[in-house]
């Protein structure tokens, strides 16, 4: 198993724009003698984690040209949706990489001595604002640990997140988490605050280990929902919710839509950004009532950018708004790129495997089979498929054969002849293999 040679491809990859579905990331990791899939999402992400971290620590980029440039590796990244019994077992959901950059920059500090901890870091994705050599880093999974040990921490450790050590108290500057959620077996008293949730008390855990004076960010599932007086909905979550807001200073809870900035994790749920800056210097309060900001979910990256309000004191307005325009512009041609890249020779493989893909999917196909060549004696790219799909008896089988010349954007089908491509979506495909396969894709009765 070559997890190094993997690992500087799929960087390599995610720096040209080249995406990839779960197929083709599948198979390359498969020519690197890797076939485990959980080992594919998690190398997988490392390398994101890495590109990512190099993109944070770019000197030549202000912080939203880095967020911008992050947000585009995001949407250029596979959809990390392989799950394994084991990543269920745990809740392993990481943390978006644009999200992260903004949580990990939301905690670092001025002073260059200041220390930082993740106490469920994952692969490390909600650190790559931090500095290496100042973050501490913890986790339980055995391949996660590994990354983690790749990679030039502080420190690296493994203990449970309930119990950080007893010397880590009141230690670090900045304090960041995204807990795998569950339910608690017992619960623990907080106070007088009994916590059911395992995501609140490993969060409560974290801020223990947090300075007075330092500020933490937390990623928590679900949004909050509150009764007809407009106070936090009683249970679980008004207790945390609560216990927070009495001791520490919560600068701001961020709903966020998961299906629109969290899906390419793995998961769509919906989550919350919770911002803390320091402890209160006198306890008291309790989570406060229903209003607009709270209940203004976040649909984009750049509201999240807005939102978060890192650059809290631009210059002058008229340097600011030349700088904001170039920064935009930047970011056009930034998709500019992602959006001409879709059609450059290298990403036709990974049309040919959504086809491929797609037509595996199909009722009564068998025995599909698929030749990919880039380019061929012609210097074309082309795609070849052939497969056998039964009649509507379900006993009898026909033979499909068809050629898709992709540079060309044609689809040839034996007896019938080429017919041009508009497009490469795969739904307008379909609708051209109809005409030669009506069968192939009725229903099966």
């Known amino acids: 198993m070559d997890k190094k040679g993997y690992i500087s491809r799929v960087r390599k990859d995610l720096r040209n724009a080249h995406k990839h579905s779960k197929t083709t990331i599948e198979k390359i990791a498969k020519g690197f003698g890797i076939t485990n899939k959980n080992l594919v999402k998690e190398y997988t992400e490392l390398a994101i984690v890495l590109n990512a971290r190099e993109i944070a620590h770019d000197a030549s980029l202000n912080t939203y040209e880095k967020y911008l440039a992050i947000v585009a590796l995001y949407q250029s990244q596979v959809n990390l949706s392989m799950r394994t019994s084991m990543s269920v077992l745990m809740q392993q959901y990481s943390t978006p990489a644009p999200i992260s950059f903004l949580a990990s920059s939301y905690v670092r500090n001025p002073k260059q001595e200041a220390l930082y901890l993740e106490p469920s870091a994952g692969n490390g994705l909600l650190t790559i604002a931090l500095p290496y050599r100042k973050t501490f880093v913890n986790e339980l999974d055995d391949i996660r640990l590994d990354n983690l040990k790749e990679q030039p921490f502080a420190k690296v450790s493994h203990w449970d997140a309930l119990k950080p050590p007893f010397a880590y108290n009141k230690k670090f500057e900045g304090v960041l988490t995204n807990p795998p959620f569950g339910t608690l077996s017992e619960a623990m008293l907080f106070g007088k605050f009994k916590i059911k949730r395992l995501e609140h008390a490993m969060a409560l855990n974290a801020l223990r280990c947090m300075r007075d004076d330092g500020k933490a960010a937390i990623i928590i599932g679900g949004h909050t929902s509150w009764d007809k007086q407009g106070r936090v909905s009683a249970g679980n979550n008004r207790i945390f919710l609560n216990y927070l807001y009495h001791f520490y200073n919560v600068e701001d809870i961020i709903p966020i839509d998961g299906k629109k900035l969290y899906s390419r994790q793995g998961t769509s749920f919906n989550t919350r950004l919770i911002l803390i800056d ?44 030349k700088s904001s325009v170039l920064i935009k512009a930047k970011a056009i041609r930034i998709k500019q790129k992602q959006l001409t890249q879709l059609l450059e020779p290298q990403n036709y ?33 082309v795609s070849h498929f052939s497969l056998k799909y039964a009649r509507e008896d379900q006993w009898n089988f026909e033979t499909a054969r068809f050629v898709i010349t992709w540079n060309q954007l044609r689809l040839f089908i034996p007896d019938f002849g080429y017919r041009t491509l508009p497009d490469t979506e795969i739904k307008n495909l379909v609708t051209h293999l109809k005409v030669g396969f009506p069968l192939l894709f009725k229903p099966l009765t």
């Not at 229903?290 to 939102?307: P, Q, Y």
């Not at 086809?355 to 380019?375: A, C, I, Q, R, W």
């Open 278 to 321: 320091g402890v209160k210097l006198k306890p008291g309060g309790a989570a406060p009532l229903k209003n607009e900001l709270h209940n203004t979910i976040v649909n984009s990256h750049e509201e999240l950018w807005e939102r978060v309000k890192l650059q809290k004191s631009p210059q002058t307005s008229k340097t600011n708004k």
């Open 349 to 381: 493989e990974v049309l040919h495997f959504d086809v491929l893909t797609h037509l595996n999917s199909l009722k009564g196909v068998y025995d599909v089979k698929n030749l990919f060549e880039n380019p061929n004696k012609y210097g074309d790219v």
